[in-house]
């Protein structure tokens, strides 16, 4: 590990605080039968396969979820080089059921709006949630979580980065920036 | 760390994976052919259009990607498929799309293409989709604007958006092209999709056949003598003037169009004998792989260079490649946006 | 009485059969002495220090477009007498494809009139071998001889019809006239733009095929063994009509031919490759007719230079403005401005040892004049020489001097060429036009005492 990092989550944490947001998610909607996780593309769509795991422990009905691509959502094409790949969007019907949009960090909110540009096209759900394993700060939108794993103060520069074992979020670890 | 762990990081954007930010290869700012194309960037737009059709097929088709771009549509020459195909693409997402019809006639009056040229690009175009009667117009306007200059077919010389989008059929029937028999039919002299073709199939590692009369084979194919001066011809290709020999075991064929003015130019006595000779038929087709991929840029004259029953049968993918077409030119449009295009003027 | 004394040059005069260091006296025009240390004995003259350089007699160029009257913006007898002298010329002729058209005496001698007023160098007319250059009926020959017409010509377009040809070829023979052929059948070229092979199947432009040459070059030497006129080929461009010329020759029938700098030197794939990188152009300057060929014919027409089977190298001088060469390549006007560079790019050849020198000069000078039999037809005794009495017409060059092309600072008005920014070796250092300097270069300033 390099010297300025700081394990946020450790993978005990992380198992611990999913399943918290598990419940969260099941008790907010009063069980799972109208509710649909998408997981944005890459991190959330890990993130929402943890959940599924965990929601199965506590409810009988299986939940119905989906994974979303935001890349042609996104406002800045032509602003940062070459432009990323799609990796493909695959959703249950979303029409009159509740989205719950799950990502793994809530930074500036502009994924988060690509999504909900992104969910007008594909359908009309009855509400849309937003479910995040870690909230940093720093909003540059009117945009907020309902379900949050953990707040984490950081400072503009610092850099999460999330490390992934075998198809799931294994830790989360905080890189502080060079100008502190 | 163990070795099937990875990391990402949080960007100004939220998350992505740091390390999968470079798996589209492009290094173009303009799509004039395909003989300046890797085998990357090829599989890189492939990638993408498969991507695009995903968002075709969806409810409401559009992902506004290309939110304050705009296409300019500038076609010299008639065509209803291919500006309908890139008007879709760019409105599709999101782009504003003008189309401007301009015949040769009144290029060569007044205006000249240069000058048409430049006044689109002082519109702010950020891409300009141009089809022309003559070859390397498309050259000569790249020259002349900052604008990402795509060609829709120039002449007798290039049309790579078709070769593209026929890659991406025959990658969704055939899975690779390696090997594969491709078999083209026809007019191959004054073919601007046979050019192409030959580059990008090749590239993709099929081996390329042509097929036609002598009248409408170009000069000088095969001949190879300069490629160690920097100056390539075209792939190898092998060249056949009996189509059941050119059918045979073929993988692909594709019958291209057969332009009527050829009789009145001499090199043909009549479509009747053109398609007594060259017509692709069922019955010629039983020469074929079972499996093989019937192909057709359109616009297709049944009964002349493709006999009515073929074009609408099973082994036909004539209504894939239309659909397809649309979706190479998004990915297009997409990775020229994206190679630092809008906001350039 | 002026003079003028040329020290220590390298003179060369293949028809002469000079080829040595020796001093030229000029004196009121025309060469006088010629001769080792013939200068030193010399007094009161105008003095050019030529040492290490070589002089020779002014190029004669049977074939350029001077495009006056009618395209001024291309050029003019001015700009273009001007460029010819800057590349070693001191005489040209000028095709009558000009609007109108020189098909007349009337036209003709206001042609004249106007390079008596503002031609550097002679200027010799060519007129047209058809009416309006239309290829239907002939134009009035004896009285463009009576004008001063060396020559007769439709180029630009070949004189297609076999039986107007024929009656061409031997209605002249009356003025032992040339008639100048630009052999291409109309039919095999039509809207070729460039030679037919693999760059013009790479860039899918229609092809210009060897054969629409040759077809014409063998008619046309059938008509002139039946007729027994003078039948002179334009810019020959294959190696077809090289071996069709030598055997023509070999039967006595009078052909002559003449062969450009481009078709000596640059190949088809200079239209679609810069030669650096692998990417193509379609350059527009390198749009000419006939087109640029393949690398054997190059070889085999330089060849036939050497062996004197192609009589002259001619620049066919093909001004043209930037907006008629930027533009689709299909819309472009065909032809290279070639009187600046003419002796550098034919250079090419002595450097790289298929061509010496002195034949190179032969080819420029006595060569283009003997096949036209310029010096009667002019009543210019010794034309193309440095024998003493005839004009004192001269280029001084360097044959080893390395220069870079500018296009922009030819004085012609045509600026298409596709040698632009290229390295030549050779150069004219100056002219001198009947004993007058025409074109000094920079270089060659501290060589000379004018007084």
Redesign the interface.
Known sequence: MNSGMAVVLDNVAVDRTVRRLAHEIVEFHNGVSDVVLVGIQKGGALLTKQLIREISNIEDTPVKWGTLDITLHRDDLGLTGLPSAPSGSELPDIDNRIVVLVDDVLFTGRSVRAALDAINYLGRPKAVRLAVLVDRGHRELPIRADIVGKNIPTAMGDEIQISELDQRIDSVLLRRGENQ | MMTNEREYSSDLEGTSFSNEQSDLVWDHEDVL?L??FTVQEIETVIALAEQMREVLDRRIARAPALRGFTVINLFFEPSTRTRASFELAGKVLGADVISVSADNSSV?KGE???DTVKTLSAMRADAIVMR?S????P??ASTYTDAAIINAG?????HPTQALLDIYTLKQRLGSLRGKKIVMVGDISHS?VA?SGIWGFSAMGAEVVLCGPPTLL????N?NV?VS??????PSVQVETDIDVALDNADVVMALRLQKERQQGGLLPSLREYSKLYQVTQERLSRAKQSHVLMHPGPKNEGIEIAGNVASGSNSTIEEQVTNGVAVRMALLYLLAGKGQVGAN | MTTLAIHNARVIDPKLGLDGVMDIVVVDGRIGRIGPNEAEMVIDAERIDASGLTVTPGFVDLHCHLREPGFEHKETIATGTLAAAKGGFTTVCAMPNTEPPLDSQATAESVLHQIEQSAQIRVLPIGCVTLGRAGTELAPAAELVESGVVAISDDGDAVANTALMQAALSYSSLFALPVVQHAEDPALVANGQIH????????????R?SSAEEILVARDIALAEVTGGHLHLAHISTSGSVSLIAAAKARGIHVTAEVTPHHLTLTH?IV??D????????DTSAKVNPPLREPRDLEILTEALAQGIVDAIATDHAPHSK?DK??????AAPGISMLETAFGLAMKRVHDGSLNLPTLIKTLTSGPVDSWSLENRTNTPGLGTLSPGSPADIAIIDPDLLWKVDTQEFLSKGKNTPVDGWELKGKVLATIFTGEPVFVDPEMSSRLRLN
């Open positions: 052919d003989d300046d060569v000249s293409l240069i022309h003559m070859s390397g117009a050259y000569l120039d002449g007798s010389h290039a601007r050019r170009p000069a000088g194919l001949d300069h001066r920097k100056s390539s011809n075209l | 037919e092979g693999w760059i013009s199947t790479r860039l899918g432009l229609r092809g095929p794939e679609a490759f030669g650096q990188s692998s990417a193509i152009r379609y907006s930027e533009i689709e390549f299909d819309l």
